[in-house]
């Protein structure tokens, strides 16, 4: 079943690419693994997944600390952190996170940059932007996101290659696409206001299992999937 579900899912990813000049190998897949048992991501490394997202530190560890003592193709996979950080776990993000998607405080970027600096590490980190009204939603507002940057784009142990949204749920996708416009037009505003390069400040993560195509339409090219990849292949699901 996740052999099935990765190939729809490619062949959606490649249809949305293509209207946006662009080809799967131009849009990153992140598989999302909150709740999935270990041995389920397991499969997907060997199904050739490169990117693993997790939500919660707690859950994260238990899987980063089980796949470390297996030595299991270490280094063919990198951890994404894509829930909301509390700045008290900041330590255990940067110890295990090759990217932290979900800074949304000076506060935050601050411990992350002190925890970083602990272990001699440049810790990538997208800036989350708020674009839902929804308490739930977490992420910088937008008229306060180029401040938050301009204070943390010269840390010495954070980059910043990107940015992060996360839409409202709607039972049609096509709803979320003001919100990943949204997200585009400031990613581009933040890129001419402090002339980032885009070698360097290129990564646009928008996108779940029921708008990803909608969002790669709109310049996505890092998508966070979950339920679409794991669905029916969880005996728990």
């Known amino acids: 079943m996740l052999?099935?579900?990765l190939q729809n899912i490619k062949e959606k990813i490649t249809i949305s690419a293509e209207k946006d000049n662009r080809s799967l190998n131009d849009i990153k897949l992140v598989a999302v693994t909150k709740n999935v048992p270990i041995e389920k991501i397991k499969d997907i490394i060997d199904l050739g997944i490169t990117d693993i997202g997790e939500n919660r530190i707690q859950e994260a560890q238990d899987k980063f600390n089980?796949?470390?003592s297996e030595n299991?193709?270490?280094?063919q996979y990198k951890w994404h952190m894509i829930g909301h950080l509390q700045t008290n776990k900041a330590k255990y993000a940067v110890q295990?996170?090759?990217l932290i998607q979900s800074v949304d405080s000076l506060r935050l970027?601050?411990?992350?940059?002190?925890?970083?600096k602990k272990?001699?590490?440049i810790q990538d980190c997208l800036v989350e932007l708020k674009v839902s009204e929804e308490e739930t939603k977490f992420g910088c507002p937008q008229e306060n996101i180029e401040k938050l940057i301009k204070e943390i784009k010269d840390f010495e142990n954070i980059r910043i290659p990107g940015i992060m949204s996360m839409a409202p749920y709607f039972d049609e996708a096509e709803k979320a696409r003001p919100y990943f416009q949204k997200t585009k037009q400031v990613f581009e505003n933040v890129?001419?206001?402090f002339g980032f390069d885009s070698a360097v400040f290129n990564v646009l993560s928008m996108g779940m299992s029921g708008d990803f195509q909608i969002a790669i339409e709109e310049g996505a090219n890092l998508v966070r999937i979950g339920t679409a990849i794991f669905k029916a292949a969880c005996s728990h699901e």
């Open 191 to 193: 890129k001419s206001t």
């Open 72 to 75: 299991y193709k270490i280094g």
């Open 66 to 68: 089980q796949l470390q």
């Open 3 to 5: 052999v099935k579900n």
């Open 96 to 98: 295990m996170f090759d």
């Open 119 to 121: 272990i001699n590490k």
């Open 109 to 116: 970027a601050e411990e992350i940059n002190k925890q970083a």
